[in-house]
T-cell receptor
Framework: EAGVAQSPRYKIIEKRQSVAFWCNPISGHATLYWYQQILGQGPKLLIQFQNNGVVDDSQLPKDRFSAERLKGVDSTLKIQPAKLEDSAVYLC?????????????FGSGTQLSVL | AQKVTQAQTEISVVEKEDVTLDCVYETRDTTYYLFWYKQPPSGELVFLIRRNSFDEQNEISGRYSWNFQKSTSSFNFTITASQVVDSAVYFCALSEARFNNDMRFGAGTRLTVKP
């Protein structure tokens, strides 16, 4: 069974530039999550999709971050413009139904460095 | 809101030693779920175990064991006879019982097992 796929693996940009990350969840998983993991911290949820609808984006900095999952499968997370404090690993995860007792399956993440 | 504390930032042991990783949580809900994930150097978080708040039975799986105590709000993880391959960052996480899976992670404990 294929796992959660993410690309790119690494990205280096200058502040005020834009960047996009892509995620393809496990086939059949209705729920997709984007997490931000700052060095030395645990992952923090940015946004959760159920199929192509947003369930929770309360911690997404909406002035610069946006995400979409148009066909209910793969998803794109964008940052525009990037700030130095956005340097982090961006993890995508998926689960079957999105219920609180479900384990999450994670991708390897995209490591973003903002210079 | 729920909170997870992993007071141990880094632990270093020599191979074959036993090691316990501590996790303390806070929640106002009576129904909740606790998780442990492992993050090896490759980056993806890997699910290890899940416990619901009504099941305080401790579990042993091979070299791994978990001690869940509601009285002290703790969910500790022990590796017996540690191996070099156990070196990773370990995260404890808490999810409260609601539709959307707002899983909150601790800051993680970096375990280094030396040969």
């Amino acid at each position: 069974e294929a796992g959660v796929a993410q690309s790119p693996r690494y990205k280096i940009i200058e502040k005020r530039q834009s960047v996009a990350f892509w995620c393809n969840p496990i086939s059949g998983h209705a729920t997709l999550y984007w997490y931000q993991q700052i060095l030395g911290q645990g992952p923090k949820l940015l946004i959760q999709f159920q199929n192509n609808g947003v369930v929770d984006d309360s911690q997404l900095p909406k002035d610069r971050f946006s995400a979409e999952r148009l066909k209910g499968v793969d998803s794109t997370l964008k940052i525009q413009p990037a700030k130095l404090e956005d340097s982090a690993v961006y993890l995508c995860a998926s689960s079957y139904g999105g219920f609180s007792n479900e384990k999450l399956f994670f991708g390897s993440g995209t490591q973003l460095s903002v210079l | 809101a729920q909170k997870v504390t992993q007071a141990q930032t880094e632990i270093s042991v020599v191979e074959k030693e036993d090691v316990t990783l501590d996790c303390v949580y806070e929640t106002r809900d009576t129904t909740y779920y606790l998780f442990w994930y492992k993050q090896p150097p490759s980056g993806e978080l890997v699910f290890l175990i899940r416990r619901n708040s009504f099941d305080e039975q401790n579990e042993i799986s091979g070299r791994y064991s978990w001690n869940f105590q509601k009285s002290t709000s703790s969910f500790n993880f022990t590796i017996t006879a540690s191996q070099v391959v156990d070196s990773a960052v370990y995260f404890c996480a808490l999810s409260e019982a609601r539709f959307n899976n707002d899983m909150r992670f601790g800051a993680g404990t970096r375990l280094t097992v030396k040969p």
